[in-house]
């Protein structure tokens, strides 16, 4: 099983729809983070989070919201998706040193 | 915030030859530089790391160098395979900030 699991690994989604994308990890870290990844801009971060009550804004927040539900889950929701949020997206935890990301989820607004 | 710009952006090379990626990074407060490996249809994996307190890091074929004066690190892969094509990406920072540079997709080819 995979120490850090996004679900869904793909989702296609209407404009103006509100989407969850799910992150869950078995590692015990209490850090999490949502990236996004598109072409030629390497990995940006959105949100990300030091302790179940800790959230903070990373470079690219606008538009999106986090949830940290348990130690274990961090959930990254588009209220209202627009077509320039179709990206990877992916959930990363650390222990303070090193970064494990999970396999990401392909996110297409049309 | 930091910045970190990394070149080339591709970078094809023959079996067997070596591969130079390189990085500047513009926050002289930044004391983390990973490396991370991303396969086709993964997230990234943390291949090689390096502190500030260190110029020069190996472990079998890979290789990072940092220039804290010249705000610059590279990775360096020797004998290249083709296991080795992937997007590389660098990132720079410290426990709470990580910034991430664009990627460089390696192709080595046999």
Known sequence: ????????????????????????????????????????????????????????????????????????????????????????????TSDGVNAFFGQGTRLTVV | ???????????????GDSAVIKCTYSDSASNYF?????ELGKGPQLIIDIRS?????????????LNKTAKHFSLHITETQPEDSAVYFCAAGNNNDMRFG????LTVKP
């Open chain 2, 1 to 15: 915030g930091e910045n970190v710009e990394q070149h080339p952006s591709t970078l094809s090379v023959q079996e």
């Open chain 2, 34 to 38: 990973p490396w991370y490996k991303q």
């Open chain 1, 1 to 92: 099983d995979a120490d850090v699991t996004q679900t869904p690994r793909n989702r296609i989604t209407k404009t103006g729809k509100r989407i969850m994308l799910e992150c869950s990890q078995t590692k015990g870290h209490d850090r999490m983070y949502w990236y996004r990844q598109d072409p030629g801009l390497g990995l940006r971060l959105i949100y990300y989070s030091f302790d179940v009550k800790d959230i903070n804004k990373g470079e690219i927040s606008d538009g999106y919201s986090v949830s940290r539900q348990a130690q274990a889950k961090f959930s990254l929701s588009l209220e209202s998706a627009i077509p320039n949020q179709t990206a990877l997206y992916f959930c990363a």
């Open chain 2, 102 to 105: 664009a990627g460089t997709r």
């Open chain 2, 53 to 65: 307190n260190v110029g020069e890091k190996k472990d079998q074929r890979i290789a990072v160098t």
